[in-house]
């Protein structure tokens, strides 16, 4: 089985900063992408930030300038540095990996248990 065990979630002033990480534990084997994902109430869930295994990233356009993703290959774990919070950012943040677990020939998608942020104004 492959568990994926988000933290760093919590409560933040408008304009404060919150760092997550997320560890990719179990029997995986590798994996490629990796991102974070949120849901607020009644919203769709979404991208936040995405990173591939080389580095590459993307982000949602409402969190352009002020999040960072980053990862540790070596320790199959993804961060996210939010800076200049909004309350429009509270949601549930759910880590994602995208990857394959041992002997297992396709990739799959992981998903986190979630961890709640919310910014007050």
């Known amino acids: 089985q492959v568990q994926l065990v988000e933290s760093g979630g919590g409560l933040v002033q408008a304009g404060g900063s919150l760092s997550l990480s997320c560890v990719v534990s179990?029997?995986?084997?590798?994996?490629?992408?990796m991102g974070w994902y949120r849901q607020a109430p009644g919203k769709q869930r979404e991208l936040v930030a995405g990173?591939?295994?080389?580095?590459?990233?993307n982000y949602g356009d409402s969190v352009k300038g002020r999040f960072t993703i980053s990862r540790d290959n070596a320790k199959n774990t993804v961060y996210l540095q939010m800076n200049s919070l909004k309350p429009e950012d509270t949601a549930v943040y759910y880590c994602?990996?995208?990857?394959?677990?041992?002997?297992?020939?396709?990739?799959?998608?992981?998903w986190g248990q979630g961890t709640q942020v919310t910014v007050s104004s």
């Open positions: 990173i591939t295994s080389g580095g590459e990233t």
């Open positions: 994602n990996a995208n990857g394959r677990a041992r002997g297992r020939y396709s990739t799959n998608d992981y």
């Open positions: 179990g029997s995986i084997f590798s994996i490629n992408l």
